[in-house]
């Protein structure tokens, strides 16, 4: 399974993007969303949606601001940005996970799938 993320771009602080990622089969997985990594700092949870069910989990950060979202019969997550600030610019990519559990929902180690990464850039 391949995923392929899209939707990066440039914005200005306040503006909004939207991401995509599709995976390339119907997928199994119980849990799918995206993490960030900034230039020379870890890669970070941002958001994860559960495949079936849809429970959402989001980092602090971005409460009230990011929503995730699915469509099992695409096999595509989104991500909704609204109100970006320049602290979200960074590298997107997206994650799905076959056995994650809820302790390790934040864990990038726990996901078997990525995708190749779409950069966002937030200018102020």
């Known amino acids: 399974v391949q995923l392929q993320a899209s939707g990066g771009g440039l914005v200005q602080a306040g503006g909004s993007l939207s991401l995509s990622c599709v995976a390339s089969a119907r997928i199994n997985v119980r849990y799918m969303g995206w993490f960030r990594q900034a230039p020379g700092k870890e890669r970070d949870f941002v958001a994860i949606i559960r495949w079936n069910g849809g429970h959402t989990f989001y980092t602090d950060s971005v409460k009230g601001r990011f929503t995730i979202s699915k469509d099992n019969a695409k096999n595509t997550v989104y991500l909704q940005m609204n109100s970006l600030k320049p602290e979200d610019t960074a590298v997107y990519y997206c994650?799905?996970?076959?056995?994650?559990?809820?302790?390790?929902?934040?864990?990038?180690?726990?996901?078997?799938?990525w995708g190749q990464g779409t950069q966002v850039t937030v200018s102020s």
């Open positions: 994650a799905a996970g076959e056995g994650v559990i809820s302790s390790q929902l934040q864990n990038p180690r726990a996901y078997g799938y």
